[in-house]
Nanobody
């Protein structure tokens, strides 16, 4: 069974930083994409950032592209999201996500979520 353990959420003020971590276990993650999604209060879930496990290529949502940095540790099976210059609009429940590189070849997995709250 795949298990995702999330950590690092909290309450901060505008302009401060947080670092989210996701530890994945239970299978070989070759040919998967790992990353983070978020769901603001009353809104739909949206992508934040992802990384191709094979080659390290990253994708960022426009809203976070200049402020957040995603990194992976292949040996430890972890993916971290460094969030700098946080804004109130970053307030959301953040979910670690593991998805197959090619849709339909494997299951998609989600963490339970970690809360990030940014006060103004």
């Amino acid at each position: 069974q795949v298990h995702l353990v999330e950590s690092g959420g909290g309450l901060v003020q505008t302009g401060e930083s947080l670092r989210l971590s996701c530890a994945a276990s239970g299978r070989d993650f070759s040919n998967f994409i790992l990353g983070w999604y978020r769901q603001p209060p009353g809104k739909d879930r949206e992508i934040v950032a992802t990384v191709n496990w094979n080659n390290g290529r990253t994708y960022y949502a426009k809203s976070v592209k200049d402020r957040f940095t995603l990194s992976r540790d292949i040996n430890q099976n972890t993916v971290d999201l460094q969030m700098d210059n946080l804004k109130p609009e970053d307030t959301a429940l953040y979910f670690c996500n593991v998805a197959p590189l090619i849709r339909g070849t494997a299951d998609t997995y989600w963490g339970q979520g970690t809360q990030v709250t940014v006060s103004s």
